[in-house]
């Protein structure tokens, strides 16, 4: 019934810029947090960015900097602005939500980074 759908990956090159973004559908308003995952091969799925709904944001020191992440609360939208794409950064990148004691995750999305 809650489905979370992202958009917005893609190859860059190094130095590049990519903007995710993820739509949330179904009977479900103000998450509690939103954010991002990403998982690399033979690496375990890792926090990347979270934002609270009063806008608070907490980042992965590897993306600190680098990447910037943003809600709209009434639509149930969050993005993640990427800059200064490293190849280490080269994932599949999940959306996340959490209302109250639910969780929820999008599909997952590619993001290479490559010349």
């Known amino acids: 019934q809650v489905q979370l759908v992202e958009s917005g990956g893609g190859l860059v090159h190094p130095g590049g810029s990519l903007r995710l973004s993820c739509v949330a559908s179904?009977?479900?308003?103000?998450?509690?947090?939103m954010g991002w995952y990403r998982q690399a091969p033979g690496k375990q799925r890792e926090l990347v960015a979270t934002?609270?709904?009063?806008?608070?944001?907490n980042y992965a020191n590897s993306v600190k900097g680098r990447f910037t992440a943003s809600r709209d609360n009434a639509k149930n939208q969050v993005w993640l602005q990427m800059n200064s794409l490293k190849p280490e950064d080269t994932s599949l990148y999940y959306c996340?939500?959490?209302?109250?004691?639910?969780?929820?995750w999008g599909q997952g999305i590619q993001v290479t980074v490559s010349s």
């Open positions: 996340y939500g959490q209302w109250g004691p639910y969780d929820y």
């Open positions: 179904g009977n479900i308003y103000n998450f509690d947090v």
């Open positions: 934002i609270t709904s009063g806008g608070s944001t």
